[in-house]
């Protein structure tokens, strides 16, 4: 382990310092963006296997119509903490600290991020707020939903106030997160890498993190107020005092609406990787996938208000949102045809990681479809609040982020161990996810347009039947999770080994050895051309001894 | 990193280490970083002014012919507030013109008015005799101007915190980031105090 | 990337006997989504219904054509261009970069799909928006966990809600407790009701019949419960013929009065002993009671009703809404016959389902606002 610290007068790129011995600076508070990437995932996954658990409890629960299994104060408890975990605890994480932190800056050609310190710092609020959140089931979770809306949360027990402050410090640490990521992509590209020649995993990347800079920090705005409403009694909810309940759900939507997109984008970004590589073809229309993010970046922050159609605003108001919520189906077009287009005329090959890859253009466009719908405020009006929200809300979520994140572990899983996960098993896997996923969450689609409302710990019996079959098939969906957990597992000592580029893949990270060495790059590599030409010889320069093994070039005296 | 060491008001020929190229790439960073930072916090102040307007709008309680504000105490504070915005710039300005004495003496200046608006402050609160919890008056009024004086308060501590760093010898004449980033982090706290000043009391 | 270097490429045979079955296939789903029993599901009780439906026809008809068309090449490219075991190992798709043509077409189709969606969705819903006037206004009233509703000239809350056959509506709906939500499956409509806040829906009933009422929005741990199927106050609309209605309006109408009777026969002010009343109790009324229309502050806070902070106290304030004097007699007045002013209507004692001790009370609890 001879990482050469060099203080010679080179900039930031030449700036390497040994690599630190000792497990705590190795691997507890390690600056080292890769490690900080595996600490969010491992982290993530396993309050994904607790989220998870809530589910299950969920669909038990709802397995007869006049519940059984909880109070329904437990059950209000648990779908509220099911949606917390999974959004803020779970795929976030995931899609930005987690495969974020571990894959861009490589692609990039950078050695870290910007600020390794606040790096390392972002990931350890999260933990903490993690567990705050659980440990709210203690003093009576939150009860009013993922987004506790006053005056029901106003009510609630003292959990609710430890969720808003967990949540808070979630808030905190993905907002240091964007800013870190995006001063990386501004300023930190290898030579020769220009914008039109980042990979789209980048681009993903660089679309979220000012969302996360600026939708995080409004959350924490209305997180705090509603703290401060709850512990000091200040009024801004209050109506009995001049507050307006709805001054909350403008407040949360300006946030979560960016949110959902903050959990898409970076998935994006990695359905554009795996596509072409598995293809073996360029991605088609690079720069309208690259230009698409911008715009729905930008919509994003347009359209919160669709969340609010039922609540009470000013019918020309509802107008502009409809409108502004629909346009937002035309780049995500522009996106789906476009990886459609991809496939065509490749060479495909199906691993585990691209079944989950072409399952996602599936699962999400679904899900996309009828979130449409719902942007017709005349629909909405009908489905709102009922478990056709539920149905959207997963197919995006499950269907679309999760889905992306399954791909992508397959994917990446060689960068972090230098082995590969086990195909055989992995495509088990995915049929029975792929399988289990739909027979949950399709069902929901007609209970919601039926009349089963969301959030109900007992339902009309009419809807038994149907409640079964998701529960059923949500198990078979666990099986499979379970499975890409042992998977997982198993292979960290027994996979294959996979070598630098068991996929021929073309970005820089596959350039360099399996697991990643620390400060990646023995020299900074220049770039002459987009990453996702197959036929040309690679674009970089500098990696020539990247392979050999060759001693790290003696940095020129100064 | 050599740290220029410095004898005790030796403030000359030591410390004009030349600037390197990890030095100038390193500021670069630390300033584009530091400028997110502000948007970030922006938002966040933006937020609660949104909550405001939204809230006085809305039509429901707010107080009629609006609360007991004392116009003339704030003109004042808002002008000691500006002061400490020019006091700051001539502090740096000192700095890089490699004139110790006076770059102290600038900040302390700056320190020194930073109190004085909060003093204002606290004067203003007592006045108003709303409080925090009564209605949504003292809830946006207290929120926002609590927050921005958190915020000089914490910038206070931060100046104070630069200014010993630089007597220990921290920063050079041509190193000198952190001080950088104080005076705008300065600046940002006088911007923002220009916002809500004009929304609570020329409204 | 260069563009021209780009191979030109054809489509051959199969992908567009592939494209036609597909266009089948869509065209089979936008004839079942044209024929689609729905009504037998779910049946269509107001005339907005009706609206709705079409407008959610052509969406899942488009919807799902749409979804046939991608789900459709996605596979077929999977298959067709999968790597057979012979190919070789390092060998690499069509390289086509961009297409600018292919591209424009790929913005344009989703462009005309939404633009379509939403002059249709525009269409419907200015339909239901901007709605008749000379309307019946009724009242719902969502608390933890039941409805009430008012209706003009009956006293009080009523535990049913009654309309009448091909009479335009007009439905009020608020909260006296958290958020509830109003939601009528068979009306394709629903409006949250919050405290503090009326929303409003218009429709004309025409179907008779009796159709659930459920609560959408989640208000608490019996949120669950506040519909039809399994709660102790099953919530439902009974859509009923005129003359049908009528005889419930009527029969209503007395029996209101009797039940505020029974309450006890209202005192004049002046019989009323307003100097024995208990604050306390009537504090709680108030919260009870009142703070859905009312806040305790000053008079020009205003939710439905103006605050009452010193309405017997604040030399400011010498007269009442109805002009008398703010005397305790008076407010017990308004609080006996209610009162219809600039800013809204305030309930009768029998509204509001109060006895004469209970005006004794508030009067109490109100002297101490100052
Ligand atoms: C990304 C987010 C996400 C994910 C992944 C899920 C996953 C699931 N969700 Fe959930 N859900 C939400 C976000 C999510 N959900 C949100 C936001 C709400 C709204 C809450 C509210 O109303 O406030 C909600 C609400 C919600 C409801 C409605 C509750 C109600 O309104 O009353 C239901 C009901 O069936 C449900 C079910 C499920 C099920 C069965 C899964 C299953 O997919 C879960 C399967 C997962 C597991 C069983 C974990 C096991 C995994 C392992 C053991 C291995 C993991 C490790 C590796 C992969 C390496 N969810
Ligand atoms: C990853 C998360 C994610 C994503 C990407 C989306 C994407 C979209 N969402 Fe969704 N949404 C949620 C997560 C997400 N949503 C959640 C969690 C909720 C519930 C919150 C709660 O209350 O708990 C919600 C709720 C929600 C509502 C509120 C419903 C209600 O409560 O009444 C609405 C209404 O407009 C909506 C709309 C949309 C739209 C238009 C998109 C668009 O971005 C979709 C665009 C994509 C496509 C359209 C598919 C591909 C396009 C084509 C194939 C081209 C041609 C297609 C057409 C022209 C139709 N969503
Ligand atoms: Cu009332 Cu839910
Ligand atoms: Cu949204």
């Known amino acids: 382990m001879t990482a050469v610290a060099t203080h010679a007068g080179g900039g930031l790129a030449d700036h390497v310092h040994p690599e630190p011995q000792g497990f705590i600076r190795k691997y507890v508070f390690s600056i080292d963006h890769k490690i900080i990437g595996i600490q969010y995932m491992i982290t993530a996954f396993l309050f994904m296997i607790l989220g998870g658990m809530l589910a299950e409890l969920i669909r038990i629960q709802l397995m007869k119509a006049s519940g059984g299994l909880m109070t329904p104060e437990t059950y209000n408890e648990v779908y509220s903490v099911h949606g917390s975990t999974m959004v803020w605890l779970v795929i976030i994480p995931l899609l930005t600290g987690g495969f974020g932190n571990l894959i861009f800056p490589v692609q990039i050609g950078a050695r870290d991020v910007a600020f390794p310190w606040l790096n390392m710092l972002s990931f350890w609020l999260f933990p903490p707020a993690g567990l705050m959140l659980y440990a709210s089931f203690l003093m009576g979770a939150p009860t009013a939903g993922w987004t506790e809306y006053p005056p029901m949360s106003l009510l609630g027990g003292a959990g609710t106030s430890m969720w808003a402050a967990a949540i808070f410090l979630i808030g905190v640490s993905s907002t240091m997160t964007g800013i870190n990521f995006l001063v990386t992509i501004l300023k930190m590209r290898a030579p020769g890498m220009t914008f039109t020649r980042m990979p789209l995993f980048v681009w993903g990347q660089f679309v ?62 990695m359905i554009s990787e795996i596509l072409p590589t598995f293809s073996r073809k360029p991605i088609f229309g ?109 197919y995006v979520l499950v269907g679309g982020s999760l889905m992306g994140i399954l791909a992508g572990l397959f ?10 996960m086990n195909e055989k098993l992995g495509k088990w896997s995915f ?22 409302p969301r959030r109900v710990a007992m339902y ?45 893949a073309r970005t820089l990270e596959w350039q360099i050895p399996s697991p990643m060495p620390y400060y990646n790059f023995k020299h900074v590599p220049s770039v002459f051309a987009a990453p996702y030409d197959f036929a040309e010889p690679l674009p970089y320069r500098g990696l020539e001894e990247e392979l050999t093994g060759a001693p790290p070039p003696v940095p020129a005296a100064h | 990193m050599a740290v220029a060491s410095v004898s005790h008001g030796g403030y000359s020929g030591a410390m004009t280490e030349e600037p390197d190229q990890l030095y100038v790439e390193t500021r670069e960073l630390r300033i584009q970083g530091f400028l997110l930072f502000m948007v970030s916090d922006l938002v966040l102040f933006s937020s609660f002014i949104f909550a405001y307007l939204y809230l006085r709008n809305s039509g429901q309680g707010w107080p009629a012919g609006g609360p007991k504000l004392d116009i003339a105490l704030a003109a004042v504070n808002s002008i000691v507030l500006f002061g400490s915005g020019a006091t700051m710039h001539f502090a740096l300005e000192n700095w890089k013109h490699r004139n110790f004495t006076k770059f102290a003496n600038w900040i302390v200046m700056t320190i020194i008015l930073g109190a004085g608006f909060l003093t204002g402050q606290v004067l203003e609160y007592m006045h108003i005799g709303a409080r925090w919890s009564s209605g949504i008056f003292g809830a946006s009024f207290y929120t926002l101007t609590g927050m921005h004086g958190l915020h000089v308060f914490a910038g206070i501590i931060y100046l104070t915190v630069l200014l010993l760093q630089a007597a220990q010898g921290k920063y050079t004449f041509t190193k000198y980031t952190g001080l950088t980033l104080g005076t705008l982090y300065w600046h940002f706290v006088d911007v923002i105090w220009v916002v809500l000043f004009s929304i609570f009391y020329l409204l | 990337m260069p563009e021209n270097r780009d191979p030109v490429v054809h489509l051959d045979r199969q992908f567009w006997i592939v494209t036609a079955v597909l266009g089948v296939l869509a065209l089979i789903s936008i004839l079942w989504w044209v024929w ?40 077929y490219f999977s298959l067709a261009f999968r790597r057979h075991a012979g190919t070789p190992e390092n060998a690499v798709g069509i390289q086509i970069h961009d297409n600018n043509k292919l591209e424009m077409w790929w913005t344009i189709i989703p462009t005309v799909f939404v633009v379509i969606m939403a002059i249709f969705s525009l269409r419907i819903w200015a339909g239901i928006e901007f709605s008749p006037s000379n309307t019946l206004v009724v009242e719902a009233i969502g608390h933890q966990w039941y409805y009430t509703f008012r209706y003009p000239n009956v006293n009080g809350e009523v535990k049913e809600m009654h309309l009448p056959l091909g009479q ?18 068979a009306m394709r409509l629903k409006a949250d009701m919050v405290p503090g806040l009326i929303n409003t829906f218009e429709f004309t009933p025409t179907r008779p019949g009796r159709y659930e009422i459920i609560c959408t929005e989640f208000c608490g741990t019996l949120h669950g419960e506040m519909h039809s199927g399994t709660t102790q106050n099953p919530a439902y609309v009974y859509i ?19 039940a505020s009777n029974a309450i006890s026969a209202p005192l004049s002010p002046n019989q009323l002993n307003l100097s024995r009343g208990d604050a306390g109790a009537g504090a709680k009324l108030f919260a009870a009671k009142c703070s859905a229309c009312h806040a305790v502050g000053p008079f020009d806070q205003k939710i439905v009703g103006p605050g009452l902070k010193g309405v017997l106290d604040d030399p400011a304030h010498p007269q009442l809404v109805d002009g008398d004097k703010a005397t305790p007699e008076n407010v017990a007045k308004i609080l006996q016959n209610g009162f219809k002013g600039s800013m809204g209507e305030m309930p009768t004692q029998a509204g509001n389902g109060l006895n004469n001790k209970d005006i004794v009370n508030l009067v109490a609890y109100l002297k101490t606002l100052k």
């Not at chain 1, 942007?375 to 809300?393: E, K, M, Q, S």
């Not at chain 3, 509506?169 to 958020?179: A, C, E, G, Q, R």
């Open chain 3, 168 to 185: 335009a509506i007009t439905l009020h709906v608020t909260s006296s407790d958290v958020i509830h939500s109003f939601w009528i499956p």
């Open chain 1, 431 to 452: 049929w029975l996810f792929f399988i289990g996923f739909n027979g949950t969450f399709l069902p929901m689609h007609w209970l919601g347009m039926w009349g089963q």
């Open chain 3, 240 to 258: 009923d013929p005129p003359a049908q209605y009528a005889s419930w309006y009527a029969r209503t109408e007395r029996e209101q009065i009797q």
């Open chain 1, 286 to 394: 690079y720069k309208m996938i690259a230009f698409s993010s911008c715009a729905i970046a930008i919509l994003g922050f347009m359209v919160w208000a669709h969340h609010m159609f039922t609540s009470g605003m000013a019918p020309a108001l509802q107008l502009p949102f409809m409108v502004l919520t629909m346009l937002i189906a035309i780049p995500t077009g522009v996106k789906i045809f476009s990886w459609v287009t991809t496939l065509w005329g490749g060479v495909i090959h199906m691993t585990t990681s691209m079944l989950f890859a072409i399952g996602f253009l599936a699962t999400f466009t679904l899900g996309g479809i009828t979130g449409v719908f719902l942007a017709a405020v005349p629909f909405d009006l009908h489905a709102h609040g009922t478990y056709f929200i539920v149905a959207h809300l997963h």
């Open chain 1, 208 to 269: 979220t993190a000012p969302l996360l800079m600026i939708a995080t920090t409004a959350l924490g705005a209305a997180l705090a107020a509603l703290f401060v409403q709850r512990q000091f009694g200040v009024a801004f909810f209050d109506p009995t005092r001049g507050g307006s309940p709805l001054l909350w759900q403008h407040m949360f939507w300006f946030y979560s609406h960016p949110a959902v997109y903050i959990m898409i984008l970076p998935a994006f970004g």
């Open chain 3, 36 to 75: 689609a029993p729905i009504t037998s599901i779910m049946p269509e009780a107001v005339d907005k219904a009706q609206q709705i439906d079409a407008l959610f026809r052509f969406l899942a008809a488009s919807g799902t054509a749409l979804f046939i068309f991608v789900c459709g090449y996605i596979v």
């Open chain 1, 411 to 420: 994917y990446w899983y060689p960068k972090m161990s230098g082995r590969l």
């Open chain 1, 460 to 504: 009309d019996p009419q809807f038994q039947a149907w409640n079964q079959v998701c529960t059923y098939f949500s198990f078979v969906m666990t099986a499979a999770l379970i499975l890409i957990l042992i998977n997982a597992l198993w292979s960290m000592r027994n996979g294959k080994r996979s070598g630098p580029n068991p996929w021929n």
